[in-house]
C-alpha cells in the first residue's frame, strides 16, 4: 500500500516553533507507519510564497495538506482547487477561511488563550494594579488578533490591569525591539507588556533588560521555552505560556491523515480522533481546540528549555 | 642630474647632447585598430620636440604610452639610456614624465589644490596627507604659471579657462624632466596661449624636454626646435624645424599636397530664411538679432566661452530664450525642442560629436533615420528597407568608409563619425544648418573635404550657419562675420570688410561695429 | 561661497533639530539627553552601514548586499559562539570583520575583474548570501540562551555614560573622517566617482579603488553583523531583511550623490540620524507606525529633489555685466 | 580622387540569421531546455498540463511588469516602486470596495491608481531631473506607506467572483487568463519595441540621451511615458494578484521588484541601458518560473532557489564578459 504523503506547510521555514511541530509530525508518521511527511514553507512569512508551496505540493499530488496560514483569506482560492483536486485540507494554528478547508485546528481556544495573558499579567503586577500594554506581531496574522480581542473582554474581571495600548512589531525582531523602547519611554509607569508572539516576548524583554527595568516591568505573553529561559532566569519575564508545538504538530498529522483515510468526515459536531492527545470536536465553523496553554515559568523552565 | 637647470642655449641649434628619453619599435594596437606600429621618437633636454599628424595619426596613444596609461604590445622606453617600462601613471610621473592630456583630467568636486596633487599629495607624520602643506605647494605652482587661481574653490566654481590652467598647474607640479602637451593651446583663448608660449619658453630654459603635440602649424614653427610626423601609425619623418617648411611638412602629414585655398564657391543669394531679433538667454546670451539668407555662410567667431554654442543650442530648442523672437522664412516660429526645429528645417552639428552628436551602440543606418523615422515609417512601424534605402543615400554622399551599414556608430573613426552626423541631417532635408565648429581637431585633409561639402550645401540652395574659433576658416567659408563677446554681439561684417586683425580685436573687447555701441 | 557643500549638512542638522523641537514640544522626555543617547545607540549599526555605504557610492557603485552580509556574518558568528563560547569576543569580533570583508571582496573582484555592473552584482549575491545562511544554519534560530552572556553584554557594556556600541559607532565616524578627507585612499573614491576616465590619467586604480570601497564596506557589514545578532540576542535567516534600502535611503538623505563623487561623512551620518529620530519618535509621539513608511519614502524624495537643486549649477553667467551689476 | 572605384558600404555584414545564432536570446532557448528536460527527468509530477499551468502563475505577474520595466531599463531609468505601486492599487481597489464598487470599477481604480503612480513617478524623473534610482526608492516606501496608513494591520476581502476571474479564471482548457494576458502583453511590448519608430527612439535615449535629444527625440516625453507604462502594467498586476489572493494587505507583493528587475538583466537587458530585448526577457521569465517550479516539486526550499537564480545571474552575465576579457587577452 502507498505511503500517505502529508504536507506540512508553515509560516516559514526556520522558526523554531514550526520546528518542533514538524517534530511532533514526525512523531506521529512513525505511530501511523505508512505516512510520508512533507514539512515544507516559503522563506519569509507572505501569502503570495506560500502559495507557490502549495502550488507545487497539488502538483505532486499529495494526500493531504496540513497549513498553518500566513493570510486568512489569501490561500483560500489555491486551497480550493487543492480540494478540488481531491486533497484533504485542513488548517492548524494560524487558520484559513472556512472555505478554504476542510476544518481547523486551534492550538487552543482564542478565549482561554486571552484570559491566560491577562491572567499572567495581573498575578505579578504591584499592589494596586497598574499600566499594562501589548505588544503584538503585525496582526496581518489572525490570530494575534483574535487573542488580543478576548483579552480585550476579561479585562473588565481584572480592575487592576489598566491597558493602556497596543502596538505592532510585525514579528521582527529589531522593529518589536523597537517598539518595546517606544512602550517603556511612553509609559514611565508602566509595569507589565504582554507580547502574545514568540518574537515580540523576546524582543521585549531584551528592551526591559536593556533599559535597566527587570523586576519593574513585567514581560508575558506567549513564547518558547528555548527562547525565554534567559529571561525568565534574568527576572525580566516572570511567566508566560504557549501550547506544546510538538503535540500541535502531532495531532494536525493524526487529524490531516484520519481525514485523508476517510477514518472521519469534518463536519460539524464531528469528533475526530488526535492520537495521544485526544480527541478535537469540531463547532458549526468546523474549528476546534487542541488544549489550554500551559504555563511556563522559573520551576519548569529548564526542564523546557532543551526541547523546543 | 639631467633636470637641474642648465643655461639655456637661446638658438634653436640641435643640442648636441644624448636623448634624455627614446623611444623605440613602439608598438599598439586596439581591437581592429593598428594605432601605432614600430614608432620612434627622441626628446632632448632644453628642446621643444613638436609631433604633427592628422587625425587617428596615434599621437594621443604614444602620449598614453608614455604615461603609462596603456601599455605598448611592442618596443622599448629608454630614460637616459636606461629601459623602463611604467605598469601605471604613477610609475610615469615617479619617473620624471608629466603631461597635460588631450582629454580633461580634472575632478569637479575636488579642490583646486586637490586637483593639483591627486596621487602624490605630500604626506605628513602617519602618512596622512597635509593639507597645509597642499595648499601652500599648490598656490606655489599657480602662481609660477601666472594664474590668479584659490588653491582652496571648488573647481567646479571655476570657469573653463581656469580649468586649463589648472591642468597645466597639475602637469607641472612634479618635479619633471619631461613636459608632454597634447593640444594644449585647443581650447584657450587668445590670452592664455601666449601665456602659454611664455611659459614653454620657460620650461626649455630649465632644461626640459618638451613634446609639443598640435595641429595649428604657426604655432608649430613659432615655438618647436624639432618635429616628428606620423602618418596612420608609422613615423615618416624627423628632424629639425629650422631645416624644414609648411609645405614639406604638411606633405609628409598627409602625403600629399593641399592647399590653403578655401573653395568657396560663389551661391546666390537669395531671400532671408531665418530671422533672430532680441534673443536673450537669463545667463548665457542677451540682444542677438541677425538675418540669415538662402545660400549664405554666417560665421560666427569669438573666443571660447563667448555663448555662441549655447546660442545655437537656443535656436534649436535645446534651451529656451528669455526673451525673443524668430521668423522663420517671414513666419513667427517658436521653438521649444530639437524636434520641433527639425520640423521646420533648423538642424544642429553639435559642437561635442561624442556626447551630442553619434549615438553609439546603435547602428551607422539607425543613427542616420532618428530624426527622420516620421518618413521612414508607416503609422508609427518601421520599415527596415527604406531605412538603409536613406542611409545608404546620404552616407555614400559623404563617402564614408565603414564595415557595414549595420555596424556600431561608435567603431567608427571621430572623421567618419562626423560624417554619419552631418548624414544625418541631411536627411532631413534641412533648410539651415548649423555647424557648430565642424572641424575641430580635424586634420587638414579632413577640414578641406567638409569645407568643399559645405559649398556644395550652399550652391543647392541651403543656408549655413558656422561657428568657429579659427580665424583663417572663418575668414575663408563666411560671406558674413558676427563676432560674440561675453553673451553679446560686438560685431557684424561683410566678407570683404573684414580682416584678422578687426576680428580679434573686437572679440576680445577693443573693437567692434559702432552699430553695437550703445 | 565654496562652502556649498557645508551648507547642506548645516541644513540637515537644522531639520533634525527643528524636528526634535518639534517631538520636543509634545514630549519633552524624548529630548532628554539619556533619551538622545538612547536614539543615538540605536542608530548606531546604521550609522556604520551608511558609513560602508557611503564609500561604495562615492565610487559611483552601489552595494544592495550589504544587510545580507550583514546577516550571514552575525548568523557565523553567532553560530560560532553558541558551538563554542569559549572563544572570546574580540576575536568574534575580529573574525566576523574578515568574513563581511572577504564578502564584499566578492563584490568587489566581480565588479573589477569581471566587470559585471555593480548593481547586478550585488542583486545576485544580495540572494546567495540570504541562501547561504539558510544551508549553513538549516533554518534554524539562534537564541538567547545559545550565547554566551559576554557575547551579548560586550555592545551594552556602558563606557563613560554610552553603551560600547554607540562608541564603536563613534569611532568608526572619526576613523572614517580620516581615511575619507586625509589618505590617497579616501581622495581616491571621490575622484574614481567623480571622473573615472581622469582618475585613470592620475595613476589611481579605478576597478581596485572601487574593489577596496567594496572591502571596507563588507568590513563594516561584517562588524555589524556582530553587532546586531549581539544587540538584539537573536540570528535567523531574514535579519535586517530589506535594511539594504535603509542604508542606500539615509545616504541619500545625507546629501551622497548616487552618481558618484559627492558626499561626506557628516553627510552619512546626519541621514542615517534622521532616520534614527524618526523611527524612535514615532512610538513615543503616538503616531501609529504605519506612518513610518510614508514618511521615510517622502524624506527621501525631498531629500532628493532638495540635493538636486543645491548641484544644478546657477547657470554659467557668461553674460558678466550683469553678473558685474548684481 | 578615384570616385568610380569607390566601395559602396554594404547593408549587412552577415545574414540576419547568423546574428540571431549569436544571440543572448539562443543562448537563454538553451538554458530554458536544458531547465525543463531535467524537470522532466527529475519529477514524474513536471509533464503534466495542469501543473504546469499552475505553475505559470509563479512568474506571469512578475512577468508583464518586466515587460514594461525592460523598456524602462534599455532607456536607462529604472523603477523599484513597481511592488508598492501593486500594493497601494490593490489598497484603492480594497477601498473601492467599501463603497460598494463592482467589477468594472475596481479594474478601473486598479488601472488608474497605476497610472497615477507612474505618472507621479515619471514627472519627479523627467519634470525635476532627479535620478530614478533614488527617487522610486522612495516613491516604494511612500506608496507602500500609504496603503499602510490606509489599511494599517487590516485586510480588504471579499471581491466578488466575477473578479475573481481575473486571477483565476481560465480562457481554455488549462490556459490560464493570466498567462493570455501575460502573452498579449509581451506581444504588444514585444512589437512596440521592435518594430516601431517609439521602439527605436528607447534604445536611442538609453544608448546616449544627450544625442538622442539632439537628434529630435522628445526624450522626457518618452521617458515620461515609459513610467506611465510601467506604473499601468503594476495596475494590470496588481488587478491579477488581488484577484488570485482574493485579499488586500498592505505587504502584499512585498520585495517583486527586486525579482522583475532580476527577470530583466536575465533577460539580456543591460543595466547600464541601451541593449537588450522582449523575447530574451520572455525566456528570462519562462526560465525563472520553471526553475522555481522544479524545484517546488523536489521540495527544495525557496532560499534554495533564490541562490540559485542569484548564481544563475551572476554567471550568464558574467560569462560573456570573462569570455572576452580571456579572448582579448589570448589575442
Ligand atoms: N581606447 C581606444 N580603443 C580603440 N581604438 C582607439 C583607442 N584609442 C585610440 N584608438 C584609435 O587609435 C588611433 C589613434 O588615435 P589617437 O587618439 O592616438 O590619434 P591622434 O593622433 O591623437 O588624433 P587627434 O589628432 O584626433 O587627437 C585612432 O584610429 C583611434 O580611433
Ligand atoms: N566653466 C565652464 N566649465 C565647464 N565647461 C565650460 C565652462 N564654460 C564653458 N564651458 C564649455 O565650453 C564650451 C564653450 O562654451 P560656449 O558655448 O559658452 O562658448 P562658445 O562661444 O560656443 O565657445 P566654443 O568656441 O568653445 O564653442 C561649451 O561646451 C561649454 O559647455
Ligand atoms: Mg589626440
Ligand atoms: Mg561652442
Redesign the pocket.
Known sequence: QDNVRIALVVKALGIGFFEAANEGAQEAAEELGNVEIIYTGPTDTTAEGQIEVINSLIAQNVDAIAVSANDTDALVPTLKKAMDRGITVISWDSGVAPEGREMNLNPSSNQLIGEMCVKMAAEHLPEGGGEVAILSASATHTNQNNWIAEMKKVLPEYPEVNLVTTVYGDDLADKSYREAQGLIQSYPDLKAIIAPTSVGIVAAAQAVTDAGKVGEINVTGLGLPSEMAGHVESGASKSFAIWNPIDLGYAATMIAYNLATDQATAEPGAEISMGRVGTVTLDENREGAMAEPFVYDASNIDKFKDIF | MLHQARPATADSQAPANEPVLALSGISKSFPGVRALSGVSLELYPGTVTALVGENGAGKSTLVKILTGIYQPDEGAIRLSGDEVTFPTAYDATQAGITAIHQETVLFDELSVAENIYLGHAPRGRLGFIDRGRMNRDAAAVLKRIGAAIDPDARLRD???AS?HLVAIARALSVEARIVVMDEPTA?LSYKEIEELYALVERLKAEGKAILFISHKFDEIFRIADRYTVFRDGECVGAGLISETDHDALVRLMVGRPVGQIFPKREAEIGEPVLTVSGYSHPT?FADIGFELKRGEILGFY?????????LMQALFGVTRPSKGAIRIGGEVAVIRSPAEAIRRGIVYVP??RGRQGAIAGLPIFQNVTLPSLSRTSRQGFLRLAEEFKLAREYTSRLDLRAAALDRDVGTLSGGNQQKVVIAKWLATSPKVIIL??PTKGIDIGSKAAVHEFMSELVAQGLSIIM?S?EIPEILGMSDRVIV?REGRMVGEYPREKVDAETLVRAAAGIGGNDAFRK | MAKLLKSRELLLAAVIVLLLTAIAWRFPGFVRPRNLANVFNDTSILIILALGQMMVILTRCIDLSMAANLALTGMAVAMLNAAMPGIPVPLLIALGVLLGAALGAFNGVLVWKVEIPPIVVTLGTLTIFRGIIFLMSGGAWINAHQMSAAFKAFPRAPLLGLPVLSWIALIMIALMAVVITRTPLGRAFYAVGGNPTAAVYTGIDVGRTRFLAFTFAGALAGLSGYLWVSRYAVAYVDIAGGFELDIIAACVIGGISIAGGIGSVGGAVLGALFFGVVKNALPVINISPFWQLAISGSAIILAVAFNARAERKKG?L?LRNREAAA | MNDATQRAVPDRLEGRWTSYLKSWETLLVAVAVFVFVINALSSPYFLNAWNLSDATFNFTEKAMIAMAMALLIISGEIDLSVAAIIALASTAMGVALQYGAGTPELVLVGLLVGLLCGAFNGWLVTGLGLPSIVVTIGTMSLFRGIAYIILGDQAFTGYPPSFAWFGQGYVWWVISFELVLFAAIALVFGILLHWTSFGRTVYAIGNNPTGALFSGVRVGRTKFILFLMTGLMSGIAAICLTARLGSTRPSIAFGWELEVVTMVVLGGVSILGGSGGIPGVVLAAIIMGLVTFGFGLANVPGIVMSIFVGLLLITVIGAPMLWQRLRERSA
Do not use: Q, T
Not at chain 2, 302 to 310: D, N, P, Y
Open positions: 571655476l570657469g573653463i580649468k581650447a548665457e569669438g573666443l571660447v566661452g563667448a555663448g555662441r554654442s549655447e559642437e561635442e557648430d565648429e561657428v574659433s560674440m | 554659467r557668461i
